[in-house]
């Protein structure tokens, strides 16, 4: 047990430090190729925060554990609204900043989470033509994406080497693929030695582990003071789990799963998402009211889980 616990620390400590170089690297490609704000952190934030799952998702699916891939992919989504998003709203200073919702980005991930839900939840299973459905559904929305001029715009034309880019880019992902291979053989042996399901832990453990990329990105998008970066990342987080990591995870290995458990996962999915909505579209004084409901709902929704 000791030695399943340190070999999943030392995998989450390479996720996070990859994960961090990964995020930096991205940002800083972003500003080289000048990207707007928003889609910046939608598609370089957003899928670089979303690399932990990934990998996590890939290395689940080739030890024939898909179910934990889907597991983690929705319960990372799960806790980057509850958790990461709520937390971020902190540190926000809403007297000054002013949160914005893109709807396209925002409808298409909710129509990718009801998309994996109805093909996943009426056959009980998640299989190759899933998979396709659900990239075929993505690569469709992003065609829809039309920026306005005033989302185009990036201050910030500082360009940086291609070279150091792709060096740095090179060592996160070697970072990441060690450390998601550590992180998933800890997770798996900690479940096996308390009984409880891969699934499970999919949508706690490791999908709590995999979230702090997450929560560190938007910590520090909103300390210096770019809001649009915290709704960006965890928008496109979101669809990136669902669009990249479980759909890999589908095409590499099929699963099969227990409706009631799917079912219960998607209604909390859905509420979290509606909260999301709300607190973005509220007036200050009632964001850290959401935010509270978000913290407070997530831990009774941990707790339902384990009893």
């Known amino acids: 047990m000791i030695e399943a616990v340190s070999i999943l620390l030392l995998g989450l400590v390479f996720l996070l430090v990859g994960s961090d170089l990964l995020v930096t690297t991205t940002e800083r490609t ?110 469709i929305s992003i065609y829809f994406f039309k920026p306005s001029k005033k989302e185009n715009r990036n201050v910030n034309t500082k360009k940086y080497s291609i070279i150091v880019l792709f060096l740095y880019l090179t060592s996160s992902l070697i970072l990441l693929i060690y450390g998601s291979n550590l992180f998933i053989t800890g997770a798996t042996e900690i479940a096996l030695f308390l009984g409880i399901t891969s699934y499970v832990i999919g949508l706690t453990l490791v999908a709590l582990g995999t979230s702090l990329p997450e929560l560190a990105a938007s910590i520090q998008s909103a300390r210096k003071g770019k809001a649009d970066f915290i709704i960006g990342n965890i928008i496109g987080s979101n669809t990136f789990n669902i669009a990249v990591a479980m759909t890999t995870a589908g095409i590499i290995n099929p699963a099969f799963f227990d409706e009631t458990d799917l079912l219960r996962d998607f209604i909390i999915l859905t509420f979290s998402t509606l909260i999301f909505y709300l607190t973005i579209k509220s007036k200050n004084n009632l964001k850290t009211v959401y935010s509270a409901v978000l913290v407070i709902t997530y831990f009774l929704y941990i707790e339902s889980i384990f009893k």
Not at 56 to 65: F, Y
Not at 94 to 123: E, Y
């Open 30 to 139: 972003a500003s080289t190729l000048s990207i707007s704000s928003f889609y910046a952190s939608f598609f370089v934030i957003g899928i670089a925060t979303s690399a932990p799952e990934i990998f996590v998702s890939i290395e689940s699916a080739m030890q024939n554990q898909t179910i934990l891939a889907v597991g983690n992919a929705l319960g990372s989504n799960i806790s980057n609204i509850f958790l990461v998003f709520s937390i971020s709203m902190l540190f926000v200073n809403l007297d000054k900043l002013h949160l914005s919702l893109p709807l396209r980005p925002f409808i298409s991930m909710i129509i990718l989470g009801s998309m994996a839900f109805m093909l996943i939840f009426f056959d009980k299973t998640f299989t190759i033509s899933d998979s396709l459905i659900l990239i075929s559904v993505f690569l």
